[in-house]
């Protein structure tokens, strides 16, 4: 167990919605990270906070959102789904600012999203 | 394009033997982290080797990093059936802060 929790662990639904994913990270972590993992992707590095403000942004897509709130919880917003959206989520934290100062990203479970 | 490229793709031994597995990438990096994932599981930090040192070990496993040849190797070794899992190498280039994962190797050990 990481420590890091992610809520839900699936998620089913339609083209054209929109969901919302939830990381709690390691209690003291202040960075969040998140990714997706699909089979013809592989594991994509898509946006980082770091208490509570934006650090990085890797190949997040304009449908999609996140926020770290103060609480240091992330959310993923993901809107007019596609069906390429389908994937695994993960989501990762980590004590420092990121892997410059080598710091080890702590993995969630991951919420498997399917769009129909 | 992906910043690091595990080979081989797949990977299958009997238990007991060393499994090698490699990674190549193509910037300059400050440290070159492997993790593994069960199969739909999130993924587990392995072991860090810092751009400075050639050889790192831990438990079973031992890593090189050969900043020269851009390359670097995950050995481990008397492998068990409950190693089987897919291995990823991930280096944060000095120009950004965020992990570039390779496509992993897909280690299977049987028993």
């Known amino acids: 167990d990481s420590g890091v929790t992610q809520t839900p662990k699936h998620l089913i639904t339609a083209t054209g919605q929109r969901v919302t994913l939830r990381c709690s990270p390691r209690?003291?972590?202040?960075?969040v990270y998140w990714y997706q993992q699909s089979l013809d992707q592989g594991l994509q590095f898509l946006i980082q906070y770091y208490n509570g403000e934006e650090r990085a942004k890797g190949n997040i897509l304009e449908r999609f959102s996140a926020q770290q709130f103060p609480d240091l919880h992330s959310e993923l917003n993901l809107s007019s789904l596609e069906l390429g959206d389908s994937a695994l989520y993960f989501c990762?934290?980590?004590?420092?600012?990121?892997?410059?100062?080598?710091?080890?990203?702590?993995f969630g479970p991951g919420t498997r999203l399917t769009v129909l | 394009s992906q910043q690091g490229e595990e080979d081989p793709q797949a990977l299958s031994i009997q238990e007991g033997e060393n499994a090698t597995m490699n990674c190549s990438y193509k910037?300059?990096?400050?440290?070159l982290q492997w993790y593994r994932q069960n199969s739909g599981r999130g993924l587990v930090h392995l072991i860090l080797i810092r751009s400075n040192e050639r050889e790192k070990h831990s438990g079973r496993l031992r890593v090189t990093l050969d900043t020269s040849k851009k390359s670097s190797s995950l050995l481990i070794t008397a492998s068990r059936a409950a190693d089987t899992a897919s291995y990823f190498c991930a280096t944060p280039p000095r120009s950004a802060r965020q992990l570039t994962f390779g496509s992993g190797t897909q280690l299977t050990v049987l028993p």
């Open positions: 990762a934290s980590s004590a420092g600012q990121g892997p410059i100062s080598t710091d080890t990203q702590y």
């Open positions: 209690s003291g972590d202040l960075s």
């Open positions: 910037t300059s990096i400050n440290n």
